[in-house]
């Protein structure tokens, strides 16, 4: 929340960086108008030091280009089109505009570039008021024609036009709007909740690398949930991931069971403060928190009414990885990405099954082997999923996962769990059993790997001897 006498120092603090300086310096030579524009003087009103480095103008882009070559060590202007040049000015990245005066045909998001002659105008077309706030520079005067400090105050978001005005020029504003609220914990206005539910359809004009791009800016903030409660809250969500909502199950008098909804944003926020904690510094980790969020999506597809009053949800991690991959595919994420997710969907009951009995060298191999790479990530999975309420259990299945991860940790020290193979390869397969390649060599091999994961180190010489035997057998 805004506190004004320590944000009006963090700006003072801004305005006199020695990046925001030489800008300023440069274009105040000229005669040019210059602000710091949007995030980095909201986050420096909200308290928050930045390296984003944003600023406008009415000068054109040839003119920037002139005007920041002398102080900057590279400059690129792959956005001149838009109005836009960067450059490196004492080892930061910077990007100066062109105040613009945009206008949109309503049938894509691509605006009909028009550059402006006021600052005001420019604030004027951004997407919520408090980043329509700009820092004059030199001056030092905060322009706000919008109402962005008020904002803050209220912890509120609102754009600086009509919503309904806003969100048709550019749709994905709406999506920006849950990813804001997460970012910021803000509140969003009433009257723009109604904008984004009544136009909610037009996302399909924007494209699926967009949306992605926004989802996942939404997911590596500290707390998802708020964003992704405003996408569900105003139906935005059904039109990128409709397999979230649909875990909002019907409840009946008769069969009752879990919000699965719930369950999930639950398992999504303890899944962040594990990893927070297991990995204080990482980055937020995009593939374990759609894993979090996806995780139960094949339960409205597979649950099943009981006689009796249970309610049952078979296989509901098969159909919900195949689920997720289906639908990632469609956001245009990338094949590593999708295929982390959905493994962690198709492995996230397995420990479940094994916390039933007594753990098995056998079984504890077995599931470092499917998870792979991403045991890790399976670890802080399957421990977020446990959301009972009852103390006794939670706190049994927590053992459990202690015990298990113990058991890894010396398994690995003993036998180099994580490179498990068979102790016999193709080759010595083929010689031992007078086989050229083929579909046998590798039944063999699967044979003496199973052997290997159910029974630990028998050495090469008892391994042969079971695979004559497994071979005479099935000859």
Same mark, same amino acid.
């Given at each position: 929340?805004?506190?004004?006498?320590?944000?009006?120092?963090?700006?003072?603090?801004?305005?006199?960086?020695?990046?925001?300086?030489?800008? *300023? %310096?440069?274009?105040? $030579?000229?005669? /040019?108008?210059?602000?710091?524009?949007? =995030?980095?003087?909201?986050? @420096?009103? &909200?308290?928050?030091?930045?390296?984003?480095?944003?600023?406008?103008?009415?000068?054109?882009?040839?003119?920037?280009?002139?005007?920041?070559?002398?102080?900057?060590?590279?400059?690129?202007?792959?956005?001149?089109?838009?109005?836009?040049?960067?450059?490196?000015?004492?080892?930061?990245?910077?990007?100066?505009?062109?105040?613009? *005066? %945009?206008?949109?045909? $309503?049938?894509? /998001?691509?605006?009909?570039?028009?550059? =402006?002659?006021?600052?005001? @105008?420019? &604030?004027?077309?951004?997407?919520?008021?408090?980043?329509?706030?700009?820092?004059?520079?030199?001056?030092?005067?905060?322009?706000?024609?919008?109402?962005?400090?008020?904002?803050?105050?209220?912890?509120?978001?609102?754009?600086?036009?009509?919503?309904?005005?806003?969100?048709?020029?550019?749709?994905?504003?709406?999506?920006?709007? *849950?990813?804001?609220?997460?970012?910021?914990?803000?509140?969003?206005?009433?009257?723009?909740?109604?904008?984004?539910?009544?136009?909610?359809?037009?996302?399909?004009?924007?494209?699926?690398?967009?949306?992605?791009?926004?989802?996942?800016?939404?997911?590596?903030?500290?707390?998802?949930?708020?964003?992704?409660?405003?996408?569900?809250?105003?139906?935005?969500?059904?039109?990128?991931?409709?397999?979230?909502?649909?875990?909002?199950?019907?409840?009946?008098?008769?069969?009752?069971?879990?919000?699965?909804?719930?369950?999930?944003?639950?398992?999504?926020?303890?899944?962040?403060?594990?990893?927070?904690?297991?990995?204080?510094?990482?980055?937020?980790?995009?593939?374990?928190?759609?894993?979090?969020?996806?995780?139960?999506?094949?339960?409205?597809?597979?649950?099943?009414?009981?006689?009796?009053?249970?309610?049952?949800?078979?296989?509901?991690?098969?159909?919900?990885?195949?689920?997720?991959?289906?639908?990632?595919?469609?956001?245009?994420?990338?094949?590593?990405?999708?295929?982390?997710?959905?493994?962690?969907?198709?492995?996230?009951?397995?420990?479940?099954?094994?916390?039933?009995?007594?753990?098995?060298?056998?079984?504890?191999?077995?599931?470092?082997?499917?998870?792979?790479?991403?045991?890790?990530?399976?670890?802080?999975?399957?421990?977020?999923?446990?959301?009972?309420?009852?103390?006794?259990?939670?706190?049994?299945?927590?053992?459990?996962?202690?015990?298990?991860?113990?058991?890894?940790?010396?398994?690995?020290?003993?036998?180099?769990?994580?490179?498990?193979?068979?102790?016999?390869?193709?080759?010595?397969?083929?010689?031992?059993?007078?086989?050229?390649?083929?579909?046998?060599?590798?039944?063999?091999?699967?044979?003496?790997?199973?052997?290997?994961?159910?029974?630990?180190?028998?050495?090469?010489?008892?391994?042969?001897?079971?695979?004559?035997?497994?071979?005479?057998?099935?000859?």
């Amino acid at each position: 929340m805004l506190n004004m006498a320590e944000g009006l120092a963090r700006l003072e603090e801004l305005a006199a960086h020695p990046v925001v300086s030489a800008v *300023a %310096d440069a274009f105040a $030579g000229a005669g /040019r108008d210059l602000a710091i524009v949007g =995030g980095p003087v909201r986050d @420096a009103l &909200l308290g928050r030091l930045t390296h984003d480095f944003d600023f406008t103008t009415d000068a054109r882009p040839d003119e920037i280009l002139a005007l920041i070559k002398p102080i900057s060590s590279v400059q690129w202007d792959v956005g001149r089109a838009f109005g836009t040049i960067g450059a490196r000015v004492k080892g930061e990245q910077v990007e100066i505009t062109t105040f613009r *005066a %945009d206008s949109y045909d $309503g049938v894509t /998001r691509k605006p009909t570039v028009e550059f =402006g002659d006021t600052l005001e @105008a420019d &604030l004027s077309r951004r997407d919520f008021t408090v980043n329509a706030m700009a820092l004059l520079l030199p001056a030092r005067t905060l322009v706000d024609p919008t109402g962005g400090v008020e904002d803050l105050l209220a912890g509120r978001l609102r754009t600086p036009i009509d919503p309904a005005v806003s969100f048709g020029d550019d749709p994905l504003r709406m999506l920006r709007a *849950a990813r804001f609220s997460s970012q910021l914990e803000f509140a969003v206005d009433p009257a723009t909740l109604d904008a984004v539910h009544e136009l909610r359809a037009s996302l399909s004009i924007v494209s699926p690398e967009r949306v992605q791009a926004e989802l996942v800016r939404l997911l590596q903030t500290d707390d998802p949930v708020r964003g992704i409660r405003v996408l569900v809250e105003t139906g935005l969500i059904e039109e990128f991931l409709p397999e979230v909502p649909a875990l909002r199950l019907e409840v009946d008098e008769h069969h009752h069971h879990k919000d699965v909804y719930e369950h999930s944003l639950t398992v999504l926020r303890q899944a962040i403060a594990l990893e927070k904690k297991r990995h204080p510094d990482a980055a937020p980790d995009v593939p374990l928190r759609l894993a979090a969020l996806l995780h139960d999506i094949g339960k409205p597809a597979t649950r099943r009414l009981e006689a009796g009053g249970g309610v049952t949800f078979h296989h509901h991690d098969l159909k919900g990885a195949r689920m997720a991959r289906k639908r990632l595919q469609a956001l245009r994420f990338d094949a590593a990405t999708t295929t982390v997710v959905s493994r962690l969907v198709e492995l996230h009951l397995r420990f479940f099954g094994y916390a039933e009995g007594a753990w098995t060298d056998a079984a504890v191999r077995r599931y470092v082997r499917d998870a792979g790479d991403e045991l890790e990530r399976l670890h802080i999975l399957t421990r977020a999923d446990v959301t009972t309420r009852n103390k006794r259990k939670a706190q049994r299945l927590a053992s459990a996962y202690d015990d298990i991860e113990a058991r890894i940790a010396a398994l690995r020290e003993q036998e180099q769990i994580d490179a498990i193979r068979p102790e016999l390869d193709g080759n010595q397969i083929q010689q031992i059993l007078g086989l050229g390649p083929g579909r046998e060599v590798g039944e063999a091999y699967r044979f003496l790997l199973d052997l290997r994961l159910d029974e630990g180190v028998l050495g090469e010489d008892e391994a042969e001897k079971r695979l004559r035997e497994w071979w005479a057998v099935r000859g």
